[in-house]
């Protein structure tokens, strides 16, 4: 006997408001990839992760209860149809890391930039695991949430 009532999401991510939140920074020709695919994240059904590379999107996980598991699909459909290029690919998320295991395993695939709103109790946990890994995390204060 209820529903869901959602607006449209309009925002565009601020350059001048993300925050690289890692030791190693995104060089600023990267920043337009990088908002790309934080966009394309947002019209995507939650929990979403996007991986592109070279503004094309490579794999897409998402409509699960676990931010893990969209990781594990994202990772395994750009395998599956584009593993050339995987190495060195960007990763988006609609919403905060709540735990390191899916930056792991988007690491292990290949991905050397993370984009998230950030916002999660353990960011501290999450941020050091991509530094150990040296690649590059940027937060937004924007989660994309689409149900």
């Known amino acids: 006997g209820s529903f869901l009532m959602q607006s449209k999401d309009s ?6 408001k993300m925050r690289c939140v890692t030791k190693l920074k995104p060089r600023r020709k990267d920043l337009a990839e990088i908002k790309f695919a934080f966009n ?3 019209h995507v059904k939650s929990n979403s992760i996007v991986l592109c590379n070279n503004f094309s999107t490579i794999g897409i996980g ?3 209860p676990s931010r893990l598991d969209s990781c594990k699909i994202a990772v395994q459909k750009a395998k599956q149809f584009q593993s050339s290029k995987i190495k060195n ?6 919403a905060f890391f ?6 792991k395993v988007l690491i292990k695939a290949g991905v050397k930039t993370i984009i998230q709103p ?5 960011d501290q946990e999450i941020i050091n695991a991509a530094n ?8 937004t ?3 994309h949430f689409n149900h």
Do not use: E, H, Y
């Open 62 to 64: 998402a409509g699960q």
């Open 11 to 16: 925002i565009v991510v601020d350059q001048k």
């Open 132 to 139: 150990k890994a040296k690649i590059k995390m940027l937060f």
């Open 40 to 42: 394309i994240c947002k």
């Open 89 to 94: 690919s960007i990763a988006a998320s609609d």
């Open 118 to 122: 950030g916002g999660s109790i353990r």
């Open 141 to 143: 204060g924007i989660r």
């Open 98 to 103: 709540p735990f390191t295991d899916g930056i």
